[in-house]
């Protein structure tokens, strides 16, 4: 699938993805890599330039209709229900889904229930938090989903409570057949929930496969953090380090494990010549795969 | 443990049925959604047409029954154009600029049945108004109308073309805040140029010709005539106009709606 705005900027450049029934799909990237743009156009929102969109027989670039029948998209965007209350919000949404009133219902409290929502059940939405609405947003979408189903950043403003009772959800919704779509630029998080993965950076697909797999080049390595003293630039790096980055103060670098007493001896000179605060040493985590592939860590610009 | 719903691929729902479940969703949808909002607006608008007729009063020494007719079937043409033409776009533009838009253009109903619910929800915000203009005008002025059945597709086109309009303004132009200045200028041009609520022979004769064919004066002329006996003339040419801008505001909002960029 291809998409360009003007005939020249490429939001997406020739990604090709191939998702399963049932498999939670990440896609993962910095600001403005594309994968908005790229879900947007599965959901019939924005037309590519060229490709196609397929689920079983039907074809969404030529049949929008069916796209919006087929696909439940949770947008970044808050859900406007400042009028709703929470399960007013819930049923209409799976009414207008196409659910049967009595189906909707359960589920919906089901859900709410599931997500520790439920003392805000009869709340008017605009007295709800943005994280309780934005938990609000995925049960509208996903109370009667269709068979694709798109949460772009559905954790965003989420307790980290709420958030392990949301993980949990989207995963059943891949047991129950749907084929979830994952827009998020938290690598951590995703690493625990997805089945694969795509990095798309600058409109391009970079990397695609399981957490694992991506993470097989890291093999056998380990992450050597170094926090510097302010003012300290990148000291000269010793040869055992493979690739590294920097956010802030935070210098990450990978190393061999092999090399980890060395690692540590180096870290340790960077400390008595007070050009570090801090080191520590732990396992490789997608994270490293991301900042290597894309020059940015998920948490922001490097 | 909570099962999704069961999961072969549907078939494609369409249809009839498919298209009432939409459409009574939708409308229940958009009645909540300005459940706070919707007794304040239906307010405002009776209270405008209201004030519309008293205003012309206190202009104008001494009505006569012939001008206390036209000032107030003009004010119901006004109220009826204005809930169409300028409320819609702007709690559209309010949808954009909140980013709540893509939600609700994801949802899966027709669009046909959305925009038909739109139109349901400005008969319901417009049509209290109308009548709040008529009674001020009883009141006010002594009249009496002699309304006809032809009030019902007189009405019924006037909102239609107006609330489609107004509704195909907000959803092609891709900015909130330029939808919202067209709409201020046609408000302009309604008041200003529209011979609404006045007779059109008082304006200069191409202003005139062009009024023919645009839809306000035929909305102005239809729902006189339905209204008053003998007031205007030339009523069947402005049903014609009108039917041609109604379908012409349906075909407009089809052809905004399935665009995608």
């Given at each position: 699938m291809t998409k360009t705005y003007d005939g020249e900027?490429?939001?997406?450049?020739a990604i090709t993805i191939e998702v399963e029934p049932g498999e939670v799909y990440g896609l993962l990237g910095p600001?403005?890599?594309g994968k908005t743009t790229f879900v947007k156009q599965v959901i019939g929102l924005l037309k590519p330039t060229s490709g196609s969109i397929r689920v079983g027989p039907y074809d969404l670039v030529e049949d929008p209709d069916v796209a919006r029948q087929l696909c439940s998209y949770l947008p970044q965007a808050q859900m406007p229900i400042q009028s709703f209350k929470m399960h007013e919000a819930v049923h209409i949404t799976g009414l207008i889904r196409g659910g049967p009133s009595d189906a909707v219902r359960e589920r919906g409290d089901a859900l709410i229930e599931a997500l520790d929502l439920t003392e805000w059940?009869?709340?008017?939405?605009?007295?709800?938090s943005g994280g309780v609405r934005r938990l609000v947003g995925f049960i509208m979408t996903t109370v009667w989903p269709g068979k694709v189903v798109i949460l772009d950043e559905p954790t965003n403003d989420v307790d980290p409570r709420r958030r392990r009772l949301l993980w949990e959800q989207i995963r059943l919704l891949g047991s129950g057949g749907a084929a979830v779509f994952l827009v998020t630029h938290n690598v951590l998080e995703a690493e625990k929930a997805v089945d694969r993965l795509a990095i798309i950076n600058e409109g391009r697909l970079i990397a695609q496969g399981t957490p694992s797999s991506l993470k097989s080049d890291d093999r056998g390595r380990l992450r050597l953090q170094l926090m510097l003293?302010?003012?300290?630039?990148?000291?000269?790096?010793?040869?055992?380090?493979h690739h590294h980055a920097r956010v802030g103060n935070n210098l990450m670098m990978v190393i061999d494990e092999a090399a980890a007493g060395a690692g540590i001896a180096w870290a340790q000179q960077m400390m008595e010549a007070e050009i570090a605060e801090e080191y520590a040493l732990g396992a490789t985590t997608l994270e490293d795969v991301y900042i290597r592939l894309t020059g940015h860590t998920s948490q922001g610009d490097s | 443990m909570i099962a999704a719903p069961a999961s072969t691929l549907p078939g494609k729902r369409a249809g009839i049925a498919h298209w009432l479940r939409s459409y009574t969703a939708m409308l229940r949808w958009q009645l909540t959604d300005m459940r706070l909002l919707l007794p304040l607006t239906v307010m405002v608008q009776l209270l405008s047409g209201v004030g519309l007729v008293l205003g012309f009063g206190l202009l104008i020494d001494d009505v006569s029954e012939r001008v206390a007719l036209f000032l107030s079937t003009g004010a119901v043409v006004v109220t009826l154009v204005v809930v169409g033409v300028i409320m819609g776009p702007q709690l559209i533009a309010q949808q954009k600029s909140a980013g709540s838009y893509d939600f609700m253009w994801s949802l899966p109903v027709p669009r046909s049945s959305a925009s038909a619910a739109w139109v349901t929800l400005n008969v319901f915000i417009a049509v209290p108004a109308m009548f709040g203009a008529l009674f001020a005008a009883i009141w006010r002025y002594g009249v009496s109308f002699e309304p006809s059945l032809m009030i019902v597709p007189a009405v019924g086109l006037t909102l239609v073309t107006g609330t489609l309009l107004g509704y195909a303004l907000a959803h092609g132009i891709p900015r909130p805040d330029i939808t919202q200045l067209i709409s201020q200028l046609l408000i302009f041009v309604i008041f200003g140029f529209a011979p609404i609520s006045y007779?059109?022979?008082?304006?200069?004769g191409w202003l005139a010709e062009v009024n023919r064919y645009l839809p306000f004066y035929p909305m102005a002329n239809a729902v006189r005539d339905s209204l008053t006996?003998?007031?205007?003339?030339?009523v069947g040419r402005s049903y014609v106009v009108l039917a041609v801008w109604a379908t012409l505001s349906i075909g407009i909002v089809g052809i905004v709606l399935r665009r995608r960029k």
């Open positions: 900027v490429f939001a997406n450049d600001n403005g890599a059940r009869d709340t008017l939405g605009h007295k709800l003293r302010p003012g300290n630039g990148i000291p000269e790096l010793p040869a055992l380090v | 007779p059109i022979e008082n304006l200069p006996e003998g007031l205007v003339t030339d």
